[in-house]
């Protein structure tokens, strides 16, 4: 049996998450390009206590690894929740499995955060690593005003794409009768 409001909801969450993924994979590899520039490598194991050496950038950081582990208040729960929800109304099975993934990924990512931003600087070149330039508050806070903007208040955008998901929902509800 086919759940207009549940579809709607789930296509609704998945535009949703898509925006945010482009925000907060967006912001992990400007991360990643701002310890790149510094060390020239990618390999976790040479990072460590970056947090010590550069608090503002361990700080967007944090932000952007929450965001996607999909905490609340920004942008990546905003969708996972919709979708979820949505999955739930549909088929609870589904929707559990999707949840216990997102623990799988949320896992992950709290471990690079502990491996890279916290602990001891073990590595004397990250002991000399100097904060955020000019350029890259720039970036960082204009991604980080997306994550929170979007998970703050997303009636905005869900606004926006209202007319069209319905329209898409019904096109697919008919296909269906």
């Given at each position: 049996?086919?759940?207009?409001?549940?579809a709607?909801?789930?296509?609704?969450g998945?535009?949703?998450?898509?925006?945010?993924?482009?925000?907060?994979?967006?912001?992990?590899?400007?991360?990643?390009?701002?310890?790149y520039?510094?060390?020239?490598?990618?390999?976790?194991?040479?990072?460590?206590?970056?947090?010590?050496?550069?608090?503002?950038?361990?700080?967007?950081?944090?932000?952007?690894?929450?965001?996607?582990?999909?905490?609340?208040?920004?942008?990546?729960?905003?969708?996972?929740?919709?979708v979820?929800?949505?999955?739930?109304?549909?088929?609870?099975?589904?929707?559990?499995?999707?949840?216990?993934?997102l623990?799988?990924?949320?896992?992950?990512?709290?471990?690079?955060?502990?491996?890279?931003?916290?602990?001891?600087?073990?590595?004397?070149?990250?002991?000399?690593f100097?904060?955020?330039?000019?350029?890259?508050?720039?970036?960082l806070?204009?991604?980080?005003?997306?994550?929170?903007?979007?998970?703050?208040?997303?009636?905005?955008?869900?606004?926006?794409?209202?007319?069209?998901?319905?329209?898409i929902?019904?096109?697919?509800m008919?296909?269906?009768a």
């Open positions: 049996h086919a759940n207009p409001d549940a709607r909801l789930g296509m609704q998945a535009m949703v998450q898509m925006i945010s993924h482009g925000f907060v994979s967006g912001a992990m590899f400007a991360c990643i390009g701002v310890l520039d510094r060390l020239h490598t990618r390999m976790i194991d040479e990072y460590g206590g970056v947090m010590n050496v550069m608090p503002w950038f361990g700080g967007f950081f944090i932000l952007f690894s929450m965001a996607n582990c999909g905490l609340p208040g920004t942008s990546g729960f905003v969708g996972e929740f919709m979820i929800l949505a999955s739930f109304q549909s088929n609870p099975f589904i929707a559990l499995v999707a949840a216990f993934t623990i799988i990924g949320a896992a992950y990512t709290l471990w690079l955060v502990k491996r890279v931003i916290f602990g001891e600087v073990t590595n004397p070149k990250v002991a000399k100097k904060d955020l330039d000019a350029r890259e508050w720039i970036v806070g204009s991604f980080a005003a997306a994550v929170l903007a979007l998970g703050i208040y997303p009636k905005p955008l869900t606004d926006l794409m209202d007319s069209s998901v319905l329209q929902v019904n096109a697919l008919l296909s269906k």
